[in-house]
Structures are given as structure tokens and as C-alpha cells.
């Protein structure tokens, strides 16, 4: 999905190029006969076969503005090694979303947007809490285990390595999204255990926009920036805010049918999915020098209702995240062979419940109860990264970093409760330091092969520590095909909500030992990559599916799949670009699919531009069966399609841009797997018979002037 065009300006700010860069950009190499398979498949799945005239060639040439709507450029990425390299050569496969092809593909936000990515599905809780399922992990309560990068900053918060905010931001506050599946704790550490997604803010344009979703919510927002370029100063500051009660979706029954109190229930009714968010991003860049400070306000409803009690319908805003942060730090060329980055961050993450419907009138009390309850962390990090490349074949990274969380504050009030509970609801001594060694050592043996050596060392206050090593190889086959190997350890350590809840034992970190193997092939007119993968999950923290009194470390689990990418230019007018992802996820003891995850996932996109000025996207999302747990007999949750509807207007000098489209044009049923719960008895039960429905057709709507 590589096929946006970069800035001049590094839109990652604050992780700058290196100077030397003969590593990254050594000559690529040749394979015909795999590159003829791959290319025959393709079609064959997917499209006749369509190829490039050399007519049609010299007309895309004669026209500059079509030629880089459709053309197929390489892109590049610190993600996986934290020096900038052609996203091609990296360890392991990036896949790389830009803003303004997400726009004309329709997509809303973050989380929509990574739905686009092979191998990542998606999912909700009950309360509206997002999901990032990657390679069928990630499915659970309260829970993450994905990376989360805001402009290199990470912003997973200690209390459940979540960070919704992020995933709700709009997209025309985005420049890019980075994705990498599978490990990457080698070099960021905690979390990146089934994925890293980099998400870089827009810095760089001057714009204002208005935008809406059918009767949902609308909102607006800008980007504004100013460079001397004299004294090597730039300021930028991109803000957002929207506001609405959201999609309610009809629910025909929820827990109370089951129990048998239907007189107590809402449903049949809508879900409370009222929205506000406001984003504000400032960066201050100062020659060597960079600063930003970054504010995510994010309130929803509470959906379907935290004791799966269908909540009353009044559009409530009942859960709120906020997280604030400042990044100060700078670069300094010390020789021609050294170079260092320091970096301060500060994160205060505040997660508040605001009448929160935990219970109906008539069942403890004559009054409907509801749940006040407020939570705050703030993080410190120093890091320090030194580049050391003594000459064009070598290059090595060392970093330290320190961290330390500490709970601020965490209580909870129940107004209408008859008996009393505890002024707080965690352990608010509980905090956790850290510190890190990362030390890596890339080395070009040949022109044609690259090793990578990284090995890091995690050491915590409250949990054990961890070693995550990597090893992988590139090799340029020929300039148009690279072959990649990579073998790596991750690791995800508990949460404090998972150390304040647990189960049975001394909770311990996860560890996923995984194997990929990878293959690209780059065409003038299409290119091709496929990647195959093996990953053991050792010691998996779960919530107890059986007694449902905390968290565990789980059975050990299997993965192993594969995920296709491919891009190709049909002519001048048309752009194909289609992805192709399997995984089969299995606890190894049992053999039982790790729930919530689908086996099979595709996306196709066509892309038609008829006009300099005028483009129009189809773009079909398919979902396979998705896995329930083991403890519930029911079948998997069917599979469903999505085909979205985009007409975009793109103004080619500065002025008017227009977006608007049709999201699931087909009014297609499209349901996520909920999670179980027991009744007052103990049993297991099903709270939402027809799982979390979500809504069907809209329309939306996205205008914007550049200034």
C-alpha cells in the first residue's frame, strides 16, 4: 500500500535522516520466474489481465499530475531500525498509509485506516473501546498489544497499553501511518508485541476544513505553519474538533433477557455512541533543536453498557481519555563518523468515567446507578541515541532510556449505592520504572547483502526483566526484487490494571518468538510483496475465560500465515491496489483458534482518475469467519463485505479540495465478536445474542481551502 509521495520536509520531525545514507540506498536485484507467478496469481484472483501499452506509458509521462496520482514510489521509514531507510530494505515489511490517499479511499480515522493494512482486522468492548487485532492477537478485555506512536512518541498507557485517542484522530490530521506486524520490541520496546503503528501528524500545510458524517457528528479543524528558513526555524500547529451523538445502532436484547428481567432492560433500543473529540498539535523546530506538545480529548458514549446492561438512551458522554504531552530534545553532529539525539517526553494520560450506567431502577436501588470514576498517570523518559557509522558498510546504533510512571490519583463514586466500596479502585502507590540498553549494528557484507544484529535489555521495578534480540538480512536479489529474513523476540509486561486484577500465580511477561521470510518485486507499472511468518506466544495474558476472577498467563499459541501487497497501474486513468492476508492462530495444547481474530482478510481498492481535477475510489474490505471462544458453542461470526463509495475533488494549486462518499454502500450487516460474561450465578452466558452490531449505510463529507 505504498503509493503516497513524501514532503520535503521530514514529516517525522524529530527523527531526523542521517547524513550518510549509503546503507539504505544500495542497488536492488533479479528474479523473473517468481516475479512472473506473483503477477499471474494476482490477476488471476483478482482482475483479467490488464497491462501497460507503451502508449499508454508515453501519455502517463506526458502528464505529470496523473503520472503521480498512479505512479508506485518507494517510500521511506525509521520504524523498524530508528535510522531513515527505504521502507523496501528494512527488517521485516512496513506498509505505509499517506493522509491523502486515505481521504480519496474514504477512510474517517486512524483506527478505520488499519483496517487497510494485510494482516490487521478490527474490533470494539462493550463500552467502545478500539481494537487492533494483528496476526489474530489482540482480541480480549481491556487490553492491548500493539505499539502506539504518536510522531515517535509512544502513547500506551501503563494502565492497559491501550491508547484509544489516537486511533479516533481524523485523517485530515494525518501526513502518514507507518505499520509493521509482528516484533518489535528490539528496538521500542514494551508493547510492540504483535505490531508498531507510527502515526505522523500533518506540519507542513495551510489549510481549514469542515467536515461530516450523515447525522452522526461534524466537526472542523486546520493546519497552519511558518518557516524562516534563514535561521532554520519552523512552527507548525494542527488542531481538530468534532462533536455529535454518533451512530446508534438498534440492539434487540442484552443481559437482562438472559437473566430473565426484560422489564429492566432498554433494549430493544439504540446504543449510545455519542462523540467529542479535540486534537491540538504544536511542533517547534529550531535548527538541531525540536520541541512539541500534543493534547487528545476524547469522550464517547458508553455503547452497549459496561455490565452489558444496553445503557439508557440520552447520548451521554460517559467515558472520557485525555493525554498530554511535551517532547523536547535535539541532534548533534559530534564527528563525521557520530551523531546523538536526546530526548525528554512527558505523558499525563487521565481516563474518567462520567456517569457511567452500571445498573437499572428497581434492582438495587428505586433508582437507575450510575459510575463516577477518574484515573491519572504521568510518565518521565530520557533517551539518548548515538549513530556511529565509521564507514559506507557499517553503521550502528546505541540508546539509552529511562522511564517512570506513577499513578496520580484513582477513586471512584457510586451515588446511588446503598452499601459502601473503597475510596479508590487501584493500588495508587503502584508505579513502575525502567530502564534500557539497546545496542544494533547494521552491515552492508556486500551490494547486494545487509545484516542486522539488535539486542535489547528491559529492566523493570515491579515485574521481570527481558532480553529482545533480532536478527535479519536483506538481500537485493536485483534492482527490481529484495529478498528479507528476519528472526525476533517481543514482549508485552503486564499492566497495572491486569498486576491489580489477577488471577491465579504471579503474572509474568509474554514473549513471542516469531520467523518471517519476505519477498518484494518492483515493476515499472506494478509491485508485489509477500511475506510469510511463523510466531510462538509464550505465557499469553488473558482474562480467565473459565472462572472470570482476573488475569493469567495463558496457554502458549501458534501463529503462522502469510500477507500479500499489490500495487499496479491500468493505463493511464486507473490504479489497482489489493491486499491479501492469512493466519492460522491456535492454542497449542488444545488446538483451539485464539478467539475474535478472522482467518482470511482482503482489501481492493480501484482507483479512477478521468480528469486532471475529478477522481473516484471503490474500495471493497472482506472479513472472514471471525473465531468465538472456546467456551462458546456458537459458530463463527460470519464473515462480511464492505464496498465504500469515494468522488474527490482536488483542486491542483492551492484552493477548494472535495471528499465525499457512501461508507458501506451496499447496507452490508457487519457485526465484531462480543466478550462473555457470567450472570449472578456463575454461568457463562452471551449478553448480546447478536453480537456488537455497527451501523450500516452513511454518507460523509470533507471540504477543505489551502490558504
Known amino acids: 500500500m505504498i503509493y503516497g509521495q513524501t514532503t520535503a520536509v521530514d514529516a517525522n520531525k524529530n527523527l531526523r535522516p542521517r547524513k550518510n545514507n549509503t546503507i539504505r540506498t544500495l542497488a536492488p536485484g533479479s528474479f523473473t520466474g517468481v516475479s512472473t507467478i506473483l503477477h499471474a496469481l494476482v490477476f488471476l484472483i483478482l482482475l483479467p489481465p490488464l497491462t501497460l501499452s507503451q502508449a499508454a506509458l508515453a501519455a502517463d509521462n506526458e502528464n505529470p499530475e496523473l503520472l503521480g496520482l498512479l505512479s508506485l514510489l518507494e517510500s521511506q521509514t525509521t520504524l523498524a531500525t530508528k535510522s531513515r531507510m527505504n521502507a523496501d530494505y528494512i527488517p521485516g515489511m512496513a506498509t505505509i498509509l499517506y493522509g491523502k490517499d486515505l481521504l480519496v479511499r474514504g477512510t474517517r480515522t486512524v483506527w478505520e485506516a488499519l483496517g487497510l493494512v494485510p494482516g490487521i482486522s478490527l474490533g470494539m468492548e462493550f463500552t467502545g473501546e478500539r481494537q487492533i487485532l494483528s496476526r489474530g492477537v489482540g482480541h480480549g478485555y481491556a487490553s492491548g498489544n500493539v505499539k502506539v506512536l504518536l510522531d515517535g512518541m509512544s502513547l500506551n498507557s501503563t494502565l492497559l497499553a491501550t491508547a484509544n485517542p489516537v486511533l479516533n484522530i481524523p485523517i485530515e490530521q494525518i501526513e502518514r501511518i507507518e505499520v509493521i506486524r509482528g516484533p518489535g520490541s528490539s528496538v521500542h520496546g514494551e508493547y510492540a508485541y504483535a505490531g508498531i503503528v507510527n502515526i505522523i501528524t500533518k506540519n507542513t500545510e495551510r489549510r481549514l476544513y469542515v467536515h461530516g458524517e450523515g447525522e452522526s457528528h461534524h466537526g472542523a479543524g486546520g493546519q497552519w505553519f511558518w518557516r524562516d528558513k534563514q535561521n532554520d526555524l519552523g512552527v507548525s500547529l494542527n488542531l481538530a474538533g468534532l462533536e455529535g451523538d454518533g451512530h446508534d445502532v438498534e440492539v434487540k436484547e442484552d443481559a437482562w433477557h438472559h437473566i430473565g428481567r426484560p422489564e429492566l432492560s432498554h433494549a430493544p433500543g439504540p446504543t449510545n455512541e455519542a462523540r467529542e473529540y479535540k486534537g491540538l498539535f504544536f511542533d517547534l523546530n529550531w535548527g538541531d533543536l525540536f520541541a512539541s506538545a500534543k493534547l487528545l480529548d476524547d469522550a464517547y458514549g458508553d ?405
Open 303 to 707: 455503547h452497549f453498557g459496561i455490565n452489558h446492561f444496553l445503557p439508557p438512551p440520552d447520548d451521554r458522554l460517559a467515558s472520557r481519555q485525555v493525554y498530554r504531552t511535551l517532547s523536547i530534545g535535539g541532534n548533534r553532529q559530534l564527528s563525521t563518523t557520530l551523531e546523538t539525539q536526546i530526548r525528554f517526553e512527558f505523558l499525563e494520560h487521565e481516563r474518567n468515567r462520567d456517569q457511567l450506567y452500571t445498573n437499572p431502577a428497581d434492582f438495587i436501588t428505586p433508582f437507575p446507578i450510575f459510575m463516577d470514576l477518574s484515573y491519572e498517570e504521568r510518565s518521565y523518559s530520557l533517551s539518548s541515541d548515538l549513530y556511529w557509522q565509521p564507514n559506507v558498510k557499517h553503521q550502528a546504533l546505541f540508546s539509552l532510556e529511562a522511564n517512570t510512571t506513577r499513578i496520580q490519583g484513582a477513586d471512584w463514586t457510586w451515588p446511588e449505592l446503598p452499601y459502601q466500596l473503597p475510596a479508590n479502585w487501584i493500588d495508587t502507590d503502584r508505579h513502575r520504572h525502567t530502564f534500557a540498553l539497546v545496542t544494533q549494528d547494521q552491515y552492508r557484507v556486500s551490494d547486494q547483502l545487509t545484516l542486522t544484529g539488535t539486542l535489547r535489555y528491559d529492566d523493570y521495578s515491579d515485574v521481570d526483566n527481558n532480553f529482545s534480540p533480532r536478527m535479519a538480512a536483506v538481500w537485493r536479489i536485483h534492482p527490481e526484487r529484495i529478498l528479507k529474513f528476519q528472526l525476533a523476540r517481543a514482549f508485552r509486561p503486564p499492566t497495572f490494571y491486569e498486576l491489580e486484577n489477577p488471577g491465579h500465580g504471579k503474572l509474568k511477561p509474554s514473549a513471542v518468538n516469531t520467523i518471517e521470510f519476505g519477498y518484494i518485486v518492483k515493476k515499472p507499472d506494478w509491485r508485489g510483496s509477500l511475506i510469510l511468518f511463523h510466531s510462538d506466544l509464550m505465557d499469553p495474558i488473558v482474562f480467565d475465560g473459565i472462572d472470570f476472577d482476573g488475569y493469567i498467563n495463558g496457554e502458549d499459541a501458534r501463529l503462522r500465515g502469510f500477507e500479500f501487497e499489490y500495487q499496479q497501474r491500468l493505463g493511464q486513468t486507473l490504479k489497482l491496489d489489493a491486499n491479501l492476508s492469512h493466519v492460522d492462530a491456535r492454542f497449542r495444547s488444545s488446538g483451539d483458534k485464539l478467539p475474535g481474530g478472522a482467518d482470511w482478510l482482503a482489501n481492493l481498492e480501484l482507483l479512477w482518475k478521468p480528469y486532471t481535477d475529478w477522481s473516484a475510489a471503490l474500495q471493497l474490505q472482506y472479513v472472514g469467519d471471525r473465531n468465538r471462544s472456546s467456551l462458546d458453542t456458537r459458530s463463527q461470526l460470519a464473515a462480511y463485505t464492505t464496498l465504500d463509495l469515494t468522488i474527490s475533488y482536488l483542486h491542483p494549486t492551492p484552493g477548494v479540495h472535495l471528499y465525499m462518499g457512501v461508507k458501506n454502500l451496499t447496507d452490508e450487516e457487519v457485526r465484531y465478536p462480543q466478550q462473555l460474561t457470567t450472570d449472578f450465578e456463575g454461568e457463562i452466558f452471551l449478553p448480546y445474542p447478536d453480537d456488537y452490531p455497527r451501523p450500516g449505510r452513511r454518507w460523509w463529507l470533507s471540504l477543505s481551502y489551502d490558504l
